[in-house]
């Protein structure tokens, strides 16, 4: 299996920014999707984005569209999640996630996470 580590999170006011970082180690390939999820409390885990390293291949929720970028390395075994624009819906613990094979478009059921990084948009 893959480990991931993120790191970035923090609190943010209403229309400010933020940028996550994922490193994947262990069991991974570039070709693998690699994403990002979040949950907030009382919600169930929901998708944000997802890329391909291979090629930097990218998927997003409608949600997040024209606010967060997704990037990483071509080829690497990290990624970002640039975040812009953020409002207090966006509040959430936010999770990394790599899909063990090479289905694409990256929907369906990851295998492997990390721990969470804490995203909390407040003024």
């Known amino acids: 299996q893959a480990q991931l580590v993120e790191s970035g999170g923090g609190l943010v006011p209403p229309g400010g920014s933020l940028r996550l970082s994922c490193a994947a180690s262990?069991?991974?390939?570039?070709?693998?999707?690699m994403a990002w999820f979040r949950q907030a409390p009382g919600n169930e885990r929901e998708f944000v984005a997802a890329i391909r390293l291979m090629d930097g291949e990218t998927y997003y929720a409608d949600s997040v569209k024209g606010r967060f970028t997704i990037s990483g390395v071509r080829g690497g075994s990290s990624m970002y999640l640039q975040m812009s624009s953020l409002k207090p819906e966006d509040t959430a613990v936010y999770y990394c996630?790599?899909?063990?094979?090479?289905?694409?478009?990256?929907?369906?059921?990851?295998?492997?996470w990390g721990q969470g990084t804490q995203v909390t948009v407040s003024s």
């Open positions: 262990g069991r991974f390939y570039s070709s693998w999707p």
């Open positions: 996630a790599v899909k063990g094979g090479l289905a694409w478009p990256p929907i369906g059921e990851y295998e492997d």
